[in-house]
């Protein structure tokens, strides 16, 4: 069966233009996460949806970034107005309810000029 | 401050020998522990996962230990080969709270 799907792989944009990343979870997988992986560095929670319940953006680092889960399935994260320091690697991972076991797109590599 | 420490150091292990990966924590009372293993330009895979109530689990050549006194797992790879080097990331979840707080991983290369 199909895995997680990330979109775009790679993105290149200029500093204070906005950007949408896209994950498509595994279909039934009812919990998402979002994280961003700085060279050299651990993953770093951004936000995470569970089910119907509000999600969790305590990881959140500022209010540029936002992200939505349209019919418990597909998400967006968007960065508004993005900086140089917003460059990393941004991984959306899901896993059928718990985190027990989450399974993780390939990721989309931002570079912000 | 809770904190989740992996050597920060690459690991060289010759080949066929049993690779030992330390994971440490603070300030956390974890339920569970997990590990996973990441390629270059790839997303992290789920390995193993093992409880506060368990003491090891296996899976092949793959075996975590989690010591909850000394705040520590151990992730072992024995008889190791040339792919198993990747980074291998520690991750743990606090009872309570699914949010899972990941170290920054072990660069892990077995020389042939």
């Known amino acids: 069966g199909a895995g997680v799907s990330q979109s775009p792989s790679n993105k290149v944009t200029e500093k204070g233009k906005d950007v949408e990343l896209r994950c498509d979870p595994i279909?039934?997988?009812?919990?998402l996460y979002w994280y961003r992986q700085s060279l050299g560095q651990g993953l770093e929670f951004l936000i995470y949806?569970?089910?119907?319940?509000?999600?969790?953006k305590s990881g959140l680092p500022s209010d540029r970034f936002s992200a939505e889960r349209t019919g418990g399935s597909v998400s967006t994260l968007t960065i508004q107005r993005t900086q140089q320091e917003d460059s990393a690697v941004y991984l959306c991972a899901s896993s059928l309810d718990r985190p027990e076991t989450q399974y993780f797109g390939p990721g989309t590599r931002l570079l912000v000029l | 401050s809770q904190k989740i420490e992996q050597n920060s150091e690459a690991l060289n292990i010759q080949e066929g020998k049993t690779a030992t990966l330390t994971c440490n924590y603070t300030?956390?009372?974890?339920?569970?522990l997990q590990w996973y293993r990441q390629d270059p330009g790839r997303g992290p895979v789920f390995l193993l996962l093992i409880r506060e109530n368990e003491k090891e689990k296996r899976k092949e050549r793959l075996k975590v230990t989690f010591d909850t006194t000394l705040k520590q797992s151990l992730f072992h790879i024995t008889a190791s080969q040339p792919a198993d080097s990747a980074t291998y990331l520690c991750?743990?979840?606090?009872?309570?709270?699914?949010?899972?707080?990941f170290g920054k991983g072990t660069r892990l290369h077995i020389l042939p």
């Open positions: 279909s039934g997988h009812t919990a």
């Open positions: 991750a743990l979840v606090a009872g309570g709270d699914d949010k899972i707080i």
């Open positions: 949806f569970q089910g119907n319940s509000a999600p969790d």
């Open positions: 300030n956390y009372s974890p339920a569970y």
